[in-house]
């Protein structure tokens, strides 16, 4: 009942943007803005924002104790706080733990136990938690509730991190390109983006960035000048592509650019880094709280035991997380799906942040495709075939239906020639197999996702038909 009466709340605000001319959409952005700055940047942030500047002139040795007396607190939180884990940790004695190690003793928590079970698991009433949807593009989605002063201790590390790169939040200017839908589907005014004045921040639609429209958004960036711009990379990029390719001059530098929600790769960050002529500072931080892993001025990323701890399961990249900032929903050696290498345990970064560093994330399940042997081919090495063909492809999509399947969609400049198709074809095979069936399809657009982020490969080959058909439906 009460999710009805919200739903229907959310359509009517929707419907009445929608309806407004556009200066009214921008104090519409606002007033949603200062209800978020509200829950966001309060006591807790600002108090927090404190306890960072301490942790980080933290010796290896103190950091260590503070992530033990981080943990046992949320383990005896969990005890008596939440039903599924006072349950599920019934037979262990945590009060045995002397290390972060003993953590192998729990059992490892599964995203479809969360699911079936959250009602046990939430330790905080839904009524007055900031809920967050999480994992829609692996296609089972979770709802997590979390409590406000562990959304400001969050936004507080993402802060202090932006801050390490000479970007202060709310004080200095923001472009962010996201997947929210700010421009009304029947507006004819070339204008993407929208002001979010308390905090500063220019918000701008991923949904419209096509060829025709990509000079207006220049313009308005360049009369912005953000000191910083983040958001979906794909869009980034495909904005930083388009001023590499037209040889146009920018009329702004930004300090840094912080992509968020997707995997960098290196064409992205290349190209970005050079159009822009700053740095990419890459963090890995998913919606349901897992801890953070940042890169720091020296370019190394940064597994930020403050935070949570992240293990590796035995003999195998994949992660476990457990989150100090997630205590609505607890996440405690939570199977989240993506997989990292850890650097050397006795590394330590010369930016004087003592953590153990992290080697690469190597991104979540969905960024792969197989050869026909069935071996993964990730993100990186498919970008890596667009490297060896003449820049005339703008943007390309490779979807694979079967093992011996992949179409390519690919949308050309005018330069394109048809001898480079068979190098394409060619350049994929290599990657993929020569017994490797390759459609190439030259089209006009290559859509976004409902989320408003950019697929460069789509794996058919896991899913479920059924799940497929259910997910096309609701794209319509
Ligand atoms: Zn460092």
């Given at each position: 009942m009460n999710l009805m009466k919200k739903g229907s709340d959310y359509m009517n605000l929707q419907s009445i943007y929608d309806h407004s001319p556009i200066f009214f959409q921008n104090i519409m952005t606002s007033v949603k803005g200062y209800q978020l700055k509200r829950t966001r940047y309060g006591k807790y942030y600002?108090?927090?924002?404190?306890?960072?500047?301490?942790?980080?002139?933290?010796?290896?040795?103190?950091?260590?104790?503070?992530?033990?007396?981080?943990?046992?607190?949320?383990?005896?939180?969990?005890?008596?706080?939440?039903?599924?884990?006072?349950?599920?940790?019934?037979?262990?004695?945590?009060?045995?733990?002397?290390?972060?190690?003993?953590?192998?003793?729990?059992?490892?928590?599964?995203?479809?136990?969360?699911?079936?079970?959250?009602?046990?698991?939430?330790?905080?009433?839904?009524?007055?938690?900031?809920?967050?949807?999480?994992?829609?593009?692996?296609?089972?989605?979770?709802?997590?509730?979390?409590?406000?002063?562990?959304?400001?201790?969050?936004?507080?590390?993402?802060?202090?991190?932006?801050?390490?790169?000479?970007?202060?939040?709310?004080?200095?200017?923001?472009?962010?390109?996201?997947?929210?839908?700010?421009?009304?589907?029947?507006?004819?005014?070339?204008?993407?983006?929208?002001?979010?004045?308390?905090?500063?921040?220019?918000?701008?639609?991923?949904?419209?960035?096509?060829?025709?429209?990509?000079?207006?958004?220049?313009?308005?960036?360049?009369?912005?000048?953000?000191?910083?711009?983040?958001?979906?990379?794909?869009?980034?990029?495909?904005?930083?592509?388009?001023?590499?390719?037209?040889?146009?001059?920018?009329?702004?530098?930004?300090?840094?650019?912080?992509?968020?929600?997707?995997?960098?790769?290196?064409?992205?960050?290349?190209?970005?880094?050079?159009?822009?002529?700053?740095?990419?500072?890459?963090?890995?931080?998913?919606?349901?709280?897992?801890?953070?892993?940042?890169?720091?001025?020296?370019?190394n990323l940064h597994y930020d035991i403050t935070t949570g701890v992240i293990e590796n399961i035995e003999d195998s990249n994949e992660i476990l997380v457990t989150s100090f900032l997630a205590y609505g929903t607890p996440l405690i050696r939570y199977k989240i799906g993506d997989s990292m290498i850890f650097d050397d345990s006795n590394k330590r970064c010369k930016c004087g942040f003592n953590t153990p560093l992290i080697k690469s994330i190597e991104g979540r399940k969905i960024d792969f495709l197989y050869s026909t042997k069935g071996a993964k081919i990730n993100l990186g090495n498919i970008s890596n075939i667009f490297k060896n063909i003449p820049n005339t492809i703008i943007k390309a999509q490779l979807i694979q239906d079967s093992l011996e399947h992949i179409i390519v969609k690919i949308m050309v400049d005018k330069d394109f020639l048809p001898k480079h198709k068979d190098l394409l074809a060619d350049e994929i095979k290599h990657k993929f197999g020569n017994d490797m069936k390759v459609d190439i399809k030259i089209v006009n657009d290559i859509p976004r996702e409902k989320s408003g982020k950019y697929r460069i490969i789509i794996n058919k080959v896991d899913q479920n038909p059924n799940f497929n058909e259910k997910n096309e439906r609701m794209n319509l």
């Open positions: 600002y108090e927090h924002l404190q306890l960072l500047k301490q942790l980080h002139t933290y010796t290896e040795n103190q950091l260590q104790e503070y992530q033990f007396e981080e943990l046992m607190k949320l383990l005896r939180y969990v005890k008596n706080n939440s039903k599924f884990y006072h349950e599920l940790y019934k037979d262990i004695d945590i009060e045995k733990f002397s290390s972060v190690k003993d953590i192998k003793f729990l059992p490892i928590v599964t995203k479809e136990m969360l699911r079936k079970n959250i009602e046990k698991v939430i330790t905080i009433p839904k009524k007055g938690a900031v809920a967050d949807h999480t994992g829609g593009t692996t296609g089972k989605s979770l709802t997590v509730y979390n409590r406000v002063q562990d959304i400001q201790k969050r936004m507080a590390v993402l802060d202090f991190f932006k801050l390490k790169h000479g970007f202060e939040n709310i004080k200095m200017k923001r472009a962010t390109f996201m997947g929210k839908h700010i421009v009304p589907p029947m507006q004819k005014k070339k204008v993407f983006w929208r002001f979010n004045r308390p905090i500063n921040q220019m918000l701008y639609s991923s949904f419209h960035l096509t060829e025709e429209n990509i000079p207006y958004y220049i313009s308005s960036l360049n009369d912005f000048k953000p000191d910083a711009i983040d958001g979906f990379v794909s869009s980034i990029y495909e904005i930083a592509s388009y001023i590499k390719r037209k040889g146009i001059e920018l009329k702004f530098q930004p300090k840094v650019v912080f992509p968020t929600s997707e995997t960098v790769t290196k064409d992205y960050r290349d190209t970005i880094e050079k159009v822009f002529n700053c740095k990419v500072r890459d963090q890995y931080a998913s919606s349901e709280g897992a801890p953070f892993v940042w890169e720091c001025s020296y370019g």
